[in-house]
């Protein structure tokens, strides 16, 4: 439940975005009055868009049943989908603070080892080819 819950909220988090991005993108459209408030129809457009998706996002996280069957097999396989997901993220051994340190400092000690050796290799090759003469001052 928790990783649907969260990918839900992502995707949610993504309709607004996207909702804000088209509101300001057409927000000099004309606009209509509602209680003596001039509204931007951007903003009813954005709204709208909003509401719906965010009414998909509903209907794909907690898997209820339209009447549709296309759409509800696919429902229904994306939510088996993360459900198997999340039966298999409980699976993994997640290191300890110790393992995940020494394992860092272990990839960050070799990066800069494997920097300094390649710094080395072409510094040698770029003299060597200067003496030969093969590279231009």
Known sequence: MHARAVMGAAVLLLSLFACWR???GTSTVAAFEVL?????QAALWAGGLFIALGALV????FGLNTGLKG???RTHRLIDLLIDTEAELAK????SRE?????TTAVLVSIVVLGALLFCIDSMTAFVMGILKVLPK
């Open 58 to 61: 509903f209907l794909f996280t």
């Open 71 to 73: 759409l509800d097999a």
């Open 92 to 95: 993994v051994s997640w290191p």
């Open 36 to 40: 003596g408030m001039d509204v931007p």
């Open 22 to 24: 088209l509101y300001q």
């Open 99 to 103: 393992e995940l340190t020494a394992s």
